[in-house]
């Protein structure tokens, strides 16, 4: 079973231009969830799309936004890059079961370095 | 806020030894408590996880002690190689409205084995 994909692997970008991440899910599943790593704030939470639909946020400004499509991949985007944008950036999907716990899988991100 | 306190930062232990990371949380509501494991390059993955009705959990060499009381929880590796040596999250679940569900992380643990 492939796992999580992401695209593309490394970007590089300049202040105020804007950006878009891509992220193929696990067949199946339907959930896509989407945080940013940095070595000082480490993993934080950006928001989770089921069925097209964001299911949740975190505390990031709207200059983050995302997607997600019929096929449950997702992109996100980033308007008016700050070099503090400069990250990691993760996709997570799961089957988003109803009843118990969704375990996560990560797709190896992309790192993004804004200059 | 929700947050999950984690240290050490870093962690040097020799080979053959027992590695030790401690978290810490505050919100009652998180209900299942994942450890990833990440190497440089790639996204975190599933080490072994942990529901708060149990007080410990036991995979291989990767044990979790969970104290509901005191609202901390800790991973221990025995018998720590130097294939461990990787960077550790401990992670809480919460579930929130219209099925929805967020992951916060501890900020990671730098762990090396050293032979």
């Known amino acids: 079973k492939a796992g999580v994909t992401q695209t593309p692997r490394y970007l590089i970008k300049t202040r105020g231009q804007q950006v878009t991440l891509s992220c193929s899910p696990i067949?199946?599943?339907?959930?896509v969830s989407w945080y940013q790593q940095t070595p000082g704030q480490g993993l934080q939470f950006l928001f989770e799309y089921f069925s097209e639909t964001q299911r949740n946020k975190g505390n990031f400004p709207g200059r983050f936004s995302g997607r997600q499509f019929s096929n449950s991949r997702s992109e996100m985007n980033v308007s008016t890059l700050e070099l503090g944008d400069s990250a990691l950036y993760l996709c997570?999907?799961?089957?988003?079961?109803?009843?118990?716990?969704?375990?996560?899988?990560f797709g190896p991100g992309t790192r993004l370095t804004v200059l | 806020q929700q947050q999950v306190k984690q240290s050490p930062q870093s962690l040097i232990v020799q080979k053959g030894g027992i590695s030790i990371i401690n978290c810490a949380y505050e919100?009652?509501?998180?209900?299942?408590f994942p450890w990833y494991q990440q190497f440089p390059g790639k996204g975190p993955a599933l080490l072994i996880a942990i529901r708060p009705d149990v007080s410990e959990k036991k995979e291989g060499r990767f044990t979790i002690s969970f104290n509901k009381s005191a609202k901390q929880f800790s991973l221990h590796i025995m018998d720590s190689q130097p294939g461990d040596s990787a960077t550790y999250f401990c992670a809480a679940f919460a579930r929130g409205g219209a099925g929805s569900y967020q992951l916060t992380f501890g900020k990671g643990t730098k762990l090396s084995v050293i032979p």
């Open positions: 067949s199946g599943h339907r959930s």
């Open positions: 919100n009652t509501a998180f209900d299942y």
């Open positions: 997570a999907s799961s089957l988003s079961l109803q009843a118990g716990v969704d375990e996560q899988f």
